[in-house]
């Protein structure tokens, strides 16, 4: 069943509004319809995320190309926000990112992030990354422009090259993604207040910029508002959400353990009634009366 909830803006058009679109990091059905139901009128579906919750795994190129668009159609099919959606490098060259777009678009996506890293791709906050040429880059992001069937569909050129090649070559890399036609450029891992500022005022004039919050990474944390002051126009939280459950996990299963009970926990927890009001269950069951048997019977005589 498809979520009820009207749909917001368009991405471009939230972009262009002049007011920072918030999209924090989702992994799952139940994830990303408490974020739309929070009011959040944009998410990310985040391939870290997606290795963290799904499989326990580290975030260095796992995960593939068909398990994320399996994961992207699960949750359109149940929020109606926008989502961009973490195509890493693209899973191989342009003509990988032509098939990776066309099949993201068909499940769902409202834009698709593409990096400049080397396969396999690795998180971005983490060391030892490398990096395709940028001409490599230049002709993937065009051959993903060229793959969309709809241009409201956006292509977010990332670049990580600050880890690799220096601040000022990830502006210049960066300034080669916005002349190729990328409609959102993420320049990853800015290690100071200064160097988001510093993005901002060089590139922000010419593209929408996104910044990337990651607890615990090289990006200091940065109010959404601090940010959009900075030029800025969207802000992800990619795997706060999985940050946040694991630790909650962690705590609740500690209390089961050590009490045999849930007791102690309850009121950190939704109970039965509750979880089937936020899913729709009573919707779901009262939609599937219309279509019972005995509606359909032909009458006796």
């Not at 990303?32 to 579906?45: P, Q, S």
């Not at 066309?102 to 998180?123: H, M, V, W, Y």
Request: one cysteine or more.
């Amino acid at each position: 069943m498809t979520s009820q909830a009207t749909p917001p803006g368009t991405l471009r058009a939230q972009l262009d509004s002049g007011r920072i679109v918030v999209a924090p990091g989702v992994y799952d059905g139940l994830g990303a319809l408490t974020a739309e139901r929070a009011g959040f009128t944009a998410l990310y579906l985040s391939g870290a995320s997606i290795a963290y919750g799904r499989f326990g795994r580290p975030d260095i190129g796992l995960v593939s190309m068909t398990e994320v668009a399996d994961t992207l159609a699960i949750i359109r099919e149940r929020v109606a926000v926008p989502l961009v959606v973490d195509a890493d490098t693209g899973y191989g060259n342009a003509l990988n990112v032509m098939r990776t777009v066309r099949r993201f678009e068909r499940a769902g996506a409202s834009a698709i992030q593409l990096e400049d890293q080397t396969n396999p791709k690795r998180c971005g906050h983490l060391e030892g990354k490398t990096l395709v040429p940028a001409a490599e880059m230049v002709g993937k992001l065009q051959a993903a422009l060229d793959a969309r069937a709809d241009a409201e569909t956006l292509i977010v050129a990332r670049t990580d090259a600050i880890a690799v090649e220096g601040f000022e070559a990830a502006l210049e890399r960066g300034a080669r993604y916005i002349e190729a036609g990328c409609d959102v450029l993420f320049v990853e891992a800015p290690g100071s207040r200064e160097e988001l500022a510093a993005i901002g005022r060089e590139l922000g004039g010419r593209v929408a910029l996104l910044a990337n919050m990651v607890e615990g990474g090289k990006t200091p944390i940065l109010p959404a508002e601090e940010l959009q002051g900075l030029g800025y126009r969207m802000v992800i939280f990619p795997s706060a959400l999985v940050r946040a459950f694991a630790h909650m996990a962690g705590a609740f299963f500690e209390t089961l353990a050590r009490h045999g009970t849930t007791g102690p926990f309850r009121d950190r927890m939704f109970d039965f009634r509750q979880v089937n009001e936020l899913v729709g269950t009573p919707e779901m069951l009262e939609t599937g009366r219309r279509y019972a048997e005995d509606r359909f019977e032909t009458p006796a005589g």
